[in-house]
């Protein structure tokens, strides 16, 4: 008993010796590191979100949307989102508050695209996407634009019939995003 203590004391003097002489960076090398962290991060996103782009398979994930009066109220980007899956768009606007059409507290509208071009700026990289879709409610147009790396997008979603509401939030991939986000009853 005595011998297994004194090697676990020894053991512990050890691993607190070997700690106290490990390298310290100092305050530049510190620095350094995390920009260049930043920077992988940042070209990992450009490549997510210009792969989802080509592919058209992404969701833009709303956090806050502003009617055409210019009221903006903060929504839960789980339930309010623009979705294109191959050549099916989703526009859901819900609230978690109460019931609607489509049993989450909004309107989820699905429809055919129709048409979709996606160009990107050689100056800073923000994707201009435009793509009209045709459903049971409806021909909708929809305008997007969205950073290089997908974490500021704004979209502009525009009815035949005058209606109009503006989404800002994040563009992410459609894989992964199958529990994050929560498509209700399409009704029209």
Do not use: C
Request: net charge positive.
């Amino acid at each position: 008993m005595k011998t297994t203590l004194t090697a676990v004391l020894f053991l512990l003097f050890a691993t607190g010796a070997s700690a106290q002489q490990e390298v310290q960076l100092s305050r530049q090398e510190r620095k350094a590191i995390r920009q260049e962290q930043k920077k992988q991060e940042e070209a990992m996103l450009a490549h997510n979100t210009s792969a989802a782009l080509q592919a058209g398979q992404f969701v833009l994930k709303a956090d806050q949307l502003r009617n055409r009066t210019g009221l903006t109220v903060n929504v839960n980007p789980t339930i309010n989102f623009i979705a294109v899956e191959g050549k099916d768009a989703y526009v859901q606007v819900a609230s978690s508050s109460g019931v609607g059409l489509n049993g989450l507290g909004g309107v989820t509208l699905k429809g055919k695209i129709t048409s979709m071009d996606i160009s990107k700026s050689d100056k800073n990289g923000f994707y201009s996407i435009s793509m009209n879709t045709m459903g049971n409610a409806g021909h909708l147009t929809i305008a997007m634009n969205v950073n290089r790396t997908g974490e500021i997008a704004s979209a502009t979603v525009m009815t035949n019939y005058g209606g109009r509401i503006e989404m800002n939030g994040e563009l992410v991939p459609w894989t992964g995003t199958g529990k994050t986000i929560y498509k209700g009853q399409e009704r029209y």
